[in-house]
């Protein structure tokens, strides 16, 4: 993809998020931020236990920011919804980087990678979570 594609693909998902509304009754709301710059992320998750393991069933997300944390959130969502926490969890800040296109946003950092930091520490905390109940 040429930088003007990778532009035009993180713009359309600025304006025209597919994930961006608040999930009614997630299993587990994490927010994150770039408080520096005034981004802001809550990401809404839903999951799933499906033949033993566990899976991101759904996941939205509201916020606000610039254009790359903002269409950064809507990528991420549509690359793990449905995916397994093992898959969630090898998946990489270079695996996002590339997606978002990494000419664009490598001197934008933590805009873009906000989301994938949010998600895995979601992600963590929703494992404790499953830990500390009897029964599992």
């Known amino acids: 993809m040429d930088r003007q594609s990778q532009i035009e693909f993180l713009l359309d ?9 608040a999930l009614a009754h997630p299993d587990l709301v994490q927010e994150g931020g770039n408080p520096g710059c005034g981004d802001l992320i809550r990401l809404y998750l839903k999951f ?11 996941i939205s997300f509201e916020g606000e920011g610039c254009t790359i944390s903002q269409a950064s959130v809507d990528v991420l969502a549509g ?6 926490l093992r898959r969630i969890a090898e998946l990489g800040q270079a695996e996002l980087m590339e997606t978002l296109g990494r ?3 490598l001197n934008r950092m933590r805009c873009a990678t906000l989301s994938l930091n949010a998600l895995k520490s979601a992600l963590r905390r929703y494992q404790q979570q499953r830990r500390a109940q009897p029964g599992d």
């Open 13 to 21: 998902h600025y304006e025209n998020p597919s994930h961006k509304y």
């Open 48 to 58: 799933t236990q499906r033949e033993g393991e566990s899976y991101l069933e759904t």
């Open 103 to 105: 000419e664009v946003v």
């Open 79 to 84: 690359m793990v919804q449905g995916k397994s």
